[in-house]
T-cell receptor, first 118, second 113 residues
Framework: GAGVSQSPRYKVAKRGQDVALRCDPISGHVSLFWYQQALGQGPEFLTYFQNEAQLDKSGLPSDRFFAERPEGSVSTLKIQRTQKEDSAVYLC????????????????FGSGTQLSVL | GQQLNQSPQSMFIQEGEDVSMNCTSSSIFNTWLWYKQDPGEGPVLLIALYKAGELTSNGRLTAQFGITRKDSFLNISASIPSDVGIYFCAGRMTTDSWGKLQFGAGTQVVVTP
């Protein structure tokens, strides 16, 4: 498809279980972003990549959260030992732009993975 | 936590009315963005603003970057049913990396015929 693809669409995990969320960005997009959106809130920044380099991971809430983009394309967000407070929609976005924003800077968001931790 | 204060939280309006919402922050931003999110989807960019005082339109949408660089507003004129959704402001703080956006909590717009 032409858009950002995220899988799975829904994930139910038992507390303490590890999960892996996948993001396929738009082909050729240099930058990739992960955001966490709690119910009724706006997205909150987790981390972003430029190609395979993770340039900012200041939003990752704890060392249980880990993201990678080894070949500068597909990215995986891994959450270890999930807790109830990790329940949220995890949004991935990609952008053609790099560090200097272009006049038509645009992040294309996927539909997200809804994670429920029981 | 979120550093942007977005208001109102929700709006119930009649078709044809104008809508206005705003975002404020205690920090200086160098970019303001407005997004719309439909249920089960990711946010979609509506308008991007880069300069203090900038006023930009996109069809029936108009947004402005406040001159203090700490606020922005979005107006929707002559609302139609498809304007229903949640609108988010987002900004990039001068002290943050390019990739990091701060989002408001959203304004839910409901349009009745």
């Amino acid at each position: 498809g032409a858009g950002v693809s995220q899988s799975p669409r829904y994930k139910v995990a038992k507390r303490g279980q590890d999960v892996a969320l996948r993001c396929d960005p738009i082909s050729g997009h240099v930058s990739l972003f992960w955001y966490q959106q709690a119910l009724g809130q706006g997205p909150e920044f987790l981390t972003y990549f430029q190609n395979e380099a993770q340039l900012d991971k200041s939003g990752l809430p704890s060392d249980r959260f880990f993201a990678e983009r080894p070949e500068g394309s597909v990215s995986t967000l891994k959450i270890q030992r999930t807790q109830k407070e990790d329940s949220a929609v995890y949004l991935c976005a990609s952008s053609l732009a790099e560090a200097d924003p272009l006049p038509n800077e645009k992040l294309f968001f996927g539909s997200g993975t809804q994670l429920s931790v029981l | 936590g979120q550093q942007l204060n977005q208001s109102p939280q929700s709006m119930f309006i009649q078709e044809g009315e104008d809508v206005s919402m705003n975002c404020t922050s205690s920090s200086i931003f160098n970019t303001w963005l407005w997004y719309k999110q439909d249920p089960g989807e990711g946010p979609v960019l509506l308008i991007a603003l880069y300069k203090a005082g900038e006023l930009t339109s996109n069809g029936r949408l108009t947004a402005q970057f406040g001159i203090t660089r700490k606020d922005s507003f979005l107006n929707i004129s002559a609302s139609i049913p498809s304007d229903v959704g949640i609108y988010f402001c987002a900004g990039r703080m001068t002290t943050d990396s390019w990739g990091k956006l701060q989002f408001g909590a959203g304004t839910q717009v409901v349009v009745t015929p």
